[in-house]
């Protein structure tokens, strides 16, 4: 096992969409591609599960700063997102899209922002 030389396990991250570094003020989240599973019942008993594909996301609270186009991330359809959080991973998502429209709030200069795809990964370090 080894043992990390930093005990930092939240706080800072940096995200990049398509090599452009954003600002997060808020905090991002994630899911890693996988499958959803519903369980199955019987009117006797649980019979099992199913399962279906499930998309993965990457999401956060970005800062308006006045050299972005809002407008135009709300248009990306095929995106490359790196998320890198302070606990030493780094996520990535291929092919993504963005899956809500994004309104800033003009009083913090805030808006969020969410990407889906078929191929969110992290790689643990």
């Known amino acids: 096992m080894t043992i990390s030389t930093s005990r930092r396990l939240a706080g800072l991250a940096t ?7 954003y600002d997060i003020v808020g905090d ?4 890693p591609t996988m499958v959803k599973r519903e369980t199955v019942m019987g009117q006797a008993r649980v019979e099992g599960f199913s399962e279906m594909p ?5 999401a956060a ?3 308006d700063n006045g050299s972005l186009s809002v407008a135009f991330l709300n248009s990306l359809v095929s995106s490359t ?4 959080p302070a606990n030493g991973k780094t996520v990535i998502g291929s092919g993504m899209w963005n899956t809500e429209a994004s309104e800033v709030k ?3 200069g805030t808006f969020s922002i969410k990407f889906e795809s078929d191929d969110v990964t992290e790689i643990t370090h």
């Open 81 to 84: 997102i790196l998320l890198q």
């Open 106 to 108: 003009t009083q913090e």
């Open 15 to 21: 995200m990049t969409i398509d090599g452009v570094a």
């Open 28 to 31: 991002c989240v994630y899911l």
């Open 61 to 63: 609270t970005i800062r």
């Open 54 to 58: 499930q998309a993965g996301h990457i």
